[in-house]
Antibody
């Protein structure tokens, strides 16, 4: 059974940093691209970042302007998202999601999602 | 950037009746590899999103056959043949042809 478990969320002041983690199990992690998608309270879904299976490629939403960094550890079956220079509008539940197919490129569908971790940026 | 526009934004439906959601793209979603990366997701209250349909019309594993997807190019539709209580939630279309964009979401509720 595929499982994705996010952690690392919490309350942080504007300008602060957080590192989110996603522990993956139930599939061969190093075969699949992975992504982060966020959802502000009461709002829709917003893609944040994706990384290829072998870490060759990473992709980011333009709106992030270099503040976030995605990474993965294929030995530990872990996905990460480093969030820097946080702003109030970064407040959201952050989900990690798995690509549907084995590929060396970027994801084309997100077939399994974790429960999410809440990041609140507030003074 | 590709913009996806869903209609309606809210859909009150009678149990057992059909429901339909439209998703229109600002650009063609046909990828250079010939595939059209348009998928549909369901988000039940308090739950993460769940993949229902991928590449326009392919049902994901475990998805009931009352859900179907259709369309081409820039116009796509999700249909539920007979709405059940468990179908209540918000439905999103998503494109992965040029990075990733989601529609605004359509809230399905029971009349």
């Amino acid at each position: 059974e595929v499982q994705l478990l996010e952690s690392g969320g919490g309350v942080v002041q504007p300008g602060g940093s957080l590192r989110l983690s996603c522990a993956a199990s139930g599939f061969t992690f190093n075969n699949y691209a992975m992504s982060w998608v966020r959802q502000a309270p009461g709002k829709g879904l917003e893609w944040v970042s994706s990384i290829s299976a072998t870490r060759d490629f990473s992709y980011y939403a333009d709106s992030l302007k270099g503040r976030f960094t995605i990474s993965r550890d294929n030995f530990k079956n872990m996905l990460y998202l480093q969030l820097n220079s946080l702003r109030a509008d970064d407040t959201a539940v952050y989900y990690c999601a798995k690509d549907r197919v084995i590929s060396s490129g970027r994801p084309t569908e997100f077939d399994y999602w974790g429960q999410g971790t809440l990041v609140t940026v507030s003074s | 950037d590709i913009v996806l526009t869903q209609t309606p934004l809210s859909s009150p439906v009678t149990l057992g009746q059909p429901a339909s959601i439209s998703c229109k793209s600002s650009q063609s979603l046909v990828h250079s590899d010939g595939n059209t990366y348009l998928s549909w997701l369901q988000q039940r209250p308090g739950q993460p999103p769940r993949l229902l349909i991928y590449k326009i019309s392919n049902r994901f594993s475990g998805v009931p056959d009352r859900f179907s997807g259709s369309g081409a190019g820039t116009d796509f539709t999700l249909k539920i043949s007979k709405v059940e209580v468990e179908d209540v939630g918000v439905y999103y279309c998503m494109q992965a042809t040029q990075l990733y964009t989601f529609g605004q979401g359509t809230k399905l509720e029971i009349k």
